[in-house]
């Protein structure tokens, strides 16, 4: 059952002189209960726009258009009406950096139990006690809530968020870049505990990240993002051993494989402008494989063989036909 | 660790627009970005201009009686005469140009003793950071009216003892914001790297720290000329300036010795006050533009109380 | 063109054995911790951060070494000695051969031409005011080298052709901002070279880099010493960088070197249960690639209060009775280059020689 849908989804920020950053072009996403997706990109590729999108977390200076659907119920919308009940009740999220954005001068109890307290999911007494159960969840022990962010450790303060994210049993989680400043070992800790908790939990996982071996491991499906688009989505084993798009295969090439003989490649070139419209394809100026039709015709997001889809124009030719014959 | 994807980087970054203050023309950047820098730098330099040729344009000598006393305004006096018969526009003119000049002056001692400590304790920490941080605490904490009477009193009342006496009273403000700013470019990885490379102390000054805190030192500047006219015009108020020369100050402080406000000769008090309050909105404006605009942070909160704009459906979008 | 290193004084004697470009002997780098007046008062006993206690390895021209490890490992440490950005307590640094350990400032600077650091953040470590040009010029007016102008652009161009940035003359009036992150860190990698370092120390190289622009950076690094005769100590968290761009590998963990060795066998091999549970945790591209993590409990401890005996011992899955009192040194475990710190491991010389001769 598709718990999570997110439908053509545009925003587009204010710039200085009437100009306008397309930061999202049309992204389409769909999360079943209980299931992990992985959003992967670069920097600048609109990753933490979307799901700060799904959340309805953005300033003034964006438009956005399109829809985000939760259990058939629309959420996307400016009203607050709308868009709150759901927030941390049915969708939840671990901001990038989450462990340094603490509250520094309440304790980490106290801050687990403000979203139950705001969303009143509880109060009180029975909220404080689910904070605790919370933070025993993240392996912390509950007589640690007593204690402020300071005196915790980096891996510590980001189980704290996270137990902050699930304090109002939310359906969908929503993580961005939950390991990047952690050191290796933490890292393993957190996504361990990433998996555990969506299992037992039964969450559906959004898992936003640059970092294609975290997805890997914690993530049954992923979704690639290029300026501002989903360009290739499928299960992770597929986009792994037969990727459908330029940028996905080129990205696996990029990172090294600790056993691996293969040489490490790098991308040359630099993302498009999104401040520009972009005719043709956005990857062409660096995709080693493109041809004509690239350069005049934007691809779409298309089924493709083995389940997922991916929006290259290389997927329309005929199997066996050279790039040339157009 | 880790990239840095956070939502700046695809708000700001978009064809390289550099953060205000970290590049060569960043004055002209801000004035073509804010009309509240527009605003305050045009009356600034109209008044300048007007201080400046203030000899050839005002209309009638300073010293010259042209009428009876406190004659109200009329065509040929805009504003009236003061209680010496003489032209109150005259006036206007020829005060703003001392009070400008005393403002500026004591703005820039204070500029020079104050970035001066402030650049010593931020640069140097250690020891000389101490002891100028408590030099510059004793400084804040003696009352700033009883400090300017004391030494006016002692040493007399003459402009350029004027100008002293507000400096003395605005270089800590200055010393603190340098040493603060200074501490934290020093701890920045470009100057780190300069100083493993063996690079002077000298050099650094000149070359990284200056130039890095040379917008907020500016900033600051404008800032401070707004409180050095307004001391000024305070101190003569209470008698405390030089009660031989002209400026915005004398001439409320005159008005008021001389009944004017008991005569109903508004003209000779309120036209010297809103020159002053014109001139410290003025410098106001355009110190806190360029202070906003080098920290635009300040002014876009990314996850904030105010909402995005949702758009109908069947858009292409907003252009 | 060999590095000032060579030809100056800092190579006393270039005869046929020549020093390693760099040795590091037993360095020990603390930094105390201030007890304040409450302390004093109570008499608590005063601690310090042991930040490197006791580390030794050696770098050859051409060589990479990469020092891998987690946080409070007292990789950056090493790093800012060997650079004399921090003093270290006791040990010695030698490079080519010359003591750089307790030389004055004043004594450093040739040395500082030839050694020069990389740091991890392209954004941070170029001055945004300074265009291309200055920022790459800036090393050799620091040390009044290049000359006349002329030679000094000279130097530029040739710089930034070796980092390929071309054509370079596109980059010169460029400022910071206008460049990607690549590209910064490339420019950053230029200013090094322009004095023709013998040792390039590169923090972090690569982390703050976009995926699809490391390998390039990489690359660099990795033709640079080759072509150039330098040698390249890389401090990176990223064991799956340094096994594909390493030549040596050393595991850090508070403040020791754990295991070293050739960078394949490291990884194929490892022999410490530290690097051992380091590298079965590191993540997979390949989703099928599911073996079992070693997850070790707690978090990296502080190197304030290193644990007694092997330092690792708290946190070890194979740990014994004798590993609390037992501080084991590197011995050699499959080869004379590949040494762990464990008791576990079985000294390579003994177990290679047939049992009869013993």
């Known amino acids: 059952m598709t718990l999570l849908e997110v439908r053509d989804l545009h925003v587009w920020f204010d710039l200085s002189g009437s100009r306008q950053l397309h930061a999202v072009q049309g992204v389409s996403l769909d999360v079943d209960a209980g299931e992990r997706v992985g959003l992967v990109g670069e920097s600048g590729c609109g990753k933490s726009t979307t799901i700060l999108a799904i959340l309805g977390l953005l300033p003034s200076s964006a438009s956005v258009a399109g829809e985000v659907r939760l259990e ?35 304790t980490v109890e106290a801050q687990i139990v403000e979203p139950m307290e705001l969303h009143g999911t509880a109060e009180g007494a029975a909220a404080r006690k689910r904070a605790g159960e919370l933070l025993e969840m993240v392996g912390i022990a509950p007589s640690a809530g007593a204690r402020f ?30 390991t990047t400043a952690l050191d290796v070992m933490v890292q393993a800790q957190i996504l361990e505990l990433l998996e555990r908790l969506a299992r037992d939990l039964g969450l559906s996982l959004i898992l936003v990240t640059h970092d294609l071996p975290v997805v890997a491991q914690v993530c049954e499906r992923a979704a690639v993002m290029y300026a501002g688009e989903i360009v290739e989505e499928g299960a992770m084993e597929r986009l792994f051993h037969s990727p459908r798009h330029p940028y996905t295969r080129m990205l696996f090439a990029a990172t090294p494989d600790l056993y691996g003989d293969e040489d490490v490649l790098s991308i040359p070139g630099s993302p498009p402008r999104l401040d520009r419209g972009i005719v043709g394809c956005p990857f062409r100026s660096r995709c080693d494989r493109a041809f004509d039709r690239c350069e005049r015709e934007r691809p779409v997001l298309r089924w493709v063989e083995g389940g997922g889809s991916a929006a290259c124009h290389l997927n329309d030719l005929p199997a066996g036909a050279s790039a040339g014959s157009t | 660790m880790g990239v840095r994807a956070d939502m700046s980087d695809e708000l700001l970054d978009v064809e390289g627009v550099p953060a205000v203050g970290e590049s060569g023309n960043w004055f002209l950047r801000v004035l073509r970005e804010s009309r509240q820098a527009q605003i305050g730098l045009a009356v600034l330099l109209l008044f300048v201009i007007l201080a400046f040729l203030a000899p050839w344009i005002e209309p009638y000598d300073v010293h010259t009686r042209v009428g009876p006393i406190y004659a109200p305004p009329s065509i040929h006096h805009p504003f009236g005469l003061d209680d010496g018969g003489i032209d109150m526009l005259s006036l206007l003119i020829q005060g703003g140009r001392i009070s400008m000049i005393v403002g500026f002056a004591a703005t820039l001692v204070a500029m020079v003793i104050g970035g001066g400590i402030g650049l010593v304790a931020g640069y140097f920490g250690g020891w000389a950071d101490g002891v100028l941080m408590r030099i510059t605490d004793y400084f804040i904490v003696i009352p700033d009216l009883p400090l300017a009477i004391i030494v006016a009193a002692v040493w007399g009342a003459s402009l350029t003892h004027l100008i002293f006496v507000i400096a003395l009273l605005l270089w800590t403000t200055t010393a603190r914001i340098v040493r603060a700013q200074v501490k934290s470019v020093r701890e920045r990885v470009y100057v780190k790297r300069s100083r493993s490379l063996g690079a002077s102390d000298l050099r650094i000054i000149f070359r990284h720290v200056l130039p890095q805190i040379g917008p907020l030192l500016m900033a600051n500047t404008v800032l401070t000329v707004a409180v050095a006219i307004f001391d000024e015009t305070a101190l003569a108020f209470l008698g405390l300036g030089d009660p031989t020369s002209i400026t915005w100050g004398n001439i ?58 949702l758009l109908p459906p069947m858009t292409q979008g907003p252009r | 063109m060999s590095g000032v290193v060579a030809t100056g004084a800092l190579s006393p004697s270039a005869g046929e054995t020549r020093a390693p470009l760099l040795d590091v002997r037993d360095l020990v780098v603390t930094y105390p911790v201030r007890r304040g007046i409450v302390g004093a008062l109570r008499r608590e006993p005063r601690r310090a951060v042991h930040a490197v206690d006791g580390v030794s390895f050696s770098l050859r021209r051409g060589e990479m070494l990469a020092l891998v490890g987690e946080s409070g ?68 007016l620091i040390h009044g080298l290049g000359g006349d102008r002329r030679e000094r652009h000279r130097r530029i161009m040739e710089a930034l052709a070796r980092v390929e940035l071309t054509p370079p003359a596109m980059y010169l009036d460029r400022f910071p901002h206008e460049l990607s992150g690549g590209q910064r860190q ?89 690097t051992q549970a380091l590298l079965s945790v590191v993540p997979k591209r390949d989703p099928r690639d599911r073996a079992t993590p070693q997850i070790l409990g707690g978090e990296p401890p502080n190197p304030i209060d290193v644990p007694r005996g092997c330092r690792f011992h708290p946190r070890c899955p194979a740990v014994q009775d004798r590993c609390r009192s037992i501080d084991p040194e590197l011995r050699s475990a499959t080869s004379i280059e590949h040494r762990a710190a464990c008791v576990l491991v079985e000294p390579w010389m003994e177990s290679a020689r047939p049992r009869g001769e013993r």
């Open chain 3, 73 to 140: 490992c007292g990789k950056t440490s090493t790093a800012q000695a060997i650079l004399r950005m921090i003093d270290p307590v006791s040990g010695r640094i030698a490079v080519d051969g010359l003591d750089i350990t307790r030389l004055s400032h004043r004594e450093l600077r040739r040395t500082r031409r030839a050694v020069q650091m990389i740091y991890q953040d392209p954004y941070e470590s170029l001055d945004p005011r300074f265009r291309v040009r200055q920022a790459v010029e800036e090393p050799m």
């Open chain 1, 149 to 178: 962010p300071h005196e915790f450790s980096g891996g510590m303060r980001q189980r704290a968020a996270l137990a902050m994210a699930l304090a109002c049993d939310p359906k969908v989680l929503l993580a961005d870049e939950p």
């Open chain 3, 186 to 274: 490339r420019i950053a990698i230029a200013a090094g070279l322009v004095l023709d370092p013998a040792l390039l120390v590169a923090d972090e190289p690569v982390s703050m880099l976009d995926v699809s622009v490391r390998a390039g950076v990489l690359r660099l690094l990795d033709g640079l010493r080759r072509a150039g005769d330098l040698g390249v100590v890389m401090i990176t968290h990223d064991l799956s960088t340094a096994a594909r761009f390493a030549d040596r590998i050393a595991v850090m963990y508070l403040g020791r070197i754990v295991e070293e060795g050739r960078a394949t066998e490291v990884v194929r091999d490892p022999r410490h249960p530290y």
């Open chain 2, 252 to 309: 409320i402080e005159f008005a008021f010795l001389r009944t004017a406000i008991s005569s109903g000769a508004w003209w000779a008090v309120i036209p010297a006050g809103l020159c002053v309050a014109l001139m410290i909105m003025a410098c106001f404006w355009l110190g806190q533009a360029i202070e906003d605009a080098l920290n635009p942070r300040l002014k876009v909160a990314y996850v904030s109380p105010r909402v995005f704009r």
């Open chain 1, 72 to 106: 058939g119920a629309s959420i996307l919308s400016p009203e607050e009406e709308v868009a709150r009940p759901h927030r941390w009740r049915d969708i939840a999220m671990v901001f990038q950096g989450a462990m340094n954005a603490l509250n520094p001068v309440k």
